[in-house]
């Protein structure tokens, strides 16, 4: 039967609408860049990764703005959270505590490639840890009472088959009701070649749905992935970062790029949001990891992103996109 991108589908009982989803973004993915996701069609988001430390420990900052749920966001689909850590008692304490927020989905991070998480044994140093990381798995389940879901890699160097191995255990013994999986290894982090075959023989062989993420930045490069694996679903992260329409045109609702008058008015609502989120103060300095995406929407050059990185305001920001946007248009 064919498949497309538009199908609702099941994962650990949970009835997603489509395919498409947001991908995991470390230090991004928060509650409004979520929103902002399924307000173009995303079928599920999933949270940034949220330390199962931090939660069990009851650090101030990650319970009070991590761990945030907007209603619309609830009311717009299922949500899936996030987790990462080495310790299984911890972690089943970080998913119920995350359980409690109402959401539908844990998702375990065993790919993340950064230094400082592998050096606690988390992230993709589980690949090297089958053992622990079954018993992650299962603790995250029992804690939480909700389905779970891993993200990982194939292994940390080119060549390894690590992950691969682990991804059977986890459904055999822990009973994850899916994995997705970043085929490329952990030595490349976000850089080089997916290796999407391995993606193919993993849904070839297990008996849970199989995500893919990784280098989906275009329609095309979706579309392409998406028949090749034969994936049950897409994960777009980078490709969206300032371009929540891509979600629409992977999903067919639209095939022309924004215009500038939609560029400017979605820049307007997440710098509300950003305030909403964080405060005014907060707010503008967190926001300068955003403005480049937006610049490059914008076609804008390196002056404009010079007087973004001085504003000291949501409102300095704000004009500086406008004037810009003028400057373009004339």
């Not at 993709?124 to 009472?145: C, I, M, T």
């Not at 899916?178 to 193919?200: D, F, T």
């Not at 199989?210 to 930045?217: A, F, H, K, P, T």
């Not at 329409?245 to 999903?251: A, D, E, I, T």
Request: charged share 25%.
């Amino acid at each position: 039967m064919a498949r497309a991108l538009t199908d609702s589908w099941t994962l650990g009982g949970i009835t997603i609408p489509n395919r498409v989803v947001l991908a995991p973004l470390a230090n991004i993915g928060n509650w409004f860049v979520r929103l902002q996701a399924k307000r173009y069609g995303a079928g599920l988001a999933v949270s940034e990764m949220v330390s199962s430390h931090a939660i069990h420990y009851g650090n101030e900052k990650t319970c009070t703005e991590m761990l945030r749920v907007h209603p619309e966001e609830r009311e717009r689909g299922p949500v899936s959270f996030q987790l990462f850590g080495a310790d299984p008692e911890i972690m089943r304490s970080a998913a119920a505590r995350v359980a409690e927020l109402g959401v539908d989905l844990i998702d375990l991070n065993m790919g993340c490639p950064v230094p400082k998480i592998c050096k606690t044994g988390a992230g993709a140093a589980l690949l090297k840890d089958p053992d622990r990381a079954v018993e992650l798995a299962r603790a995250a389940h029992e804690g939480s009472g909700l389905p779970v879901t891993v993200k990982m890699r194939p292994g940390l160097k080119p060549g390894d088959r690590d992950g691969l191995e682990l991804a059977h255990r986890l459904v055999e013994e822990a009973g994850v009701a899916g994995l997705c999986m970043h085929p490329r290894h952990a030595s490349q982090q976000h850089r080089g070649k997916a290796n999407y075959a391995l993606v193919r023989e993993l849904v070839e062989e297990l008996p849970v749905p199989v995500l893919i993420s990784g280098g989906l930045s275009d329609r095309d490069k979706v579309f392409e992935v998406f028949e090749e694996t034969g994936a049950e679903a897409v994960l777009l992260a980078r490709g969206s970062l300032g371009n929540p329409w891509l979600f629409q045109q992977v999903l067919g609702t639209r095939d022309d790029d924004p215009s500038r008058e939609e560029i400017l008015d979605e820049i307007d609502w997440v710098l509300e949001r950003a305030v909403e989120h964080l405060g005014e103060g907060r707010a503008s300095r967190y926001l300068r990891k955003f403005y480049p995406w937006y610049v490059t929407r914008l076609d804008g050059d390196h002056t404009l992103q010079d007087r973004l990185q001085r504003s000291t305001s949501t409102t300095e920001a704000r004009a500086a996109f406008r004037d810009a946007a003028l400057a373009t248009a004339a």
